[in-house]
Nanobody
Framework: QVRLVESGGGLVQPGGSLRLSCAAS????????MSWYRQAPGKERELVAA????????NYADSVKGRFTIAKDNAKNTVYLQMNSLKPEDTAVYYC?????????WGSGTLVTVSS
């Protein structure tokens, strides 16, 4: 059974930092591209950052470029999202996604709230 478990969300002040983690089990993690998505209240889910199976290539939404960094540790079956210079508009539930060919898995999300 595939499980993706996000952690690291919480309340942070504008300008602060958080690191999200997504621990994967039940799959051959090194084969999967991993992504972080987010969904703010009343908005559609959007791609935040993605990384290839080997970790050799990444891409980011324009809104987070230069502030967020995605990293993948195949030895620990974990993907991270380092979020710096957080803004109120970053407030959302953040979801981890694993994709390999026609296989697609989601975590249940972790809430990030950026507020003073």
């Amino acid at each position: 059974q595939v499980r993706l478990v996000e952690s690291g969300g919480g309340l942070v002040q504008p300008g602060g930092s958080l690191r999200l983690s997504c621990a994967a089990s039940g799959l051959t993690f090194s084969r999967y591209a991993m992504s972080w998505y987010r969904q703010a209240p009343g908005k559609e889910r959007e791609l935040v950052a993605a990384i290839t199976d080997t970790g050799g290539s990444t891409n980011y939404a324009d809104s987070v470029k230069g502030r967020f960094t995605i990293a993948k540790d195949n030895a620990k079956n974990t993907v991270y999202l380092q979020m710096n210079s957080l803004k109120p508009e970053d407030t959302a539930v953040y979801y981890c996604n694993a994709g390999f060919r026609f296989l697609d898995y989601w975590g249940s999300g972790t809430l990030v709230t950026v507020s003073s």
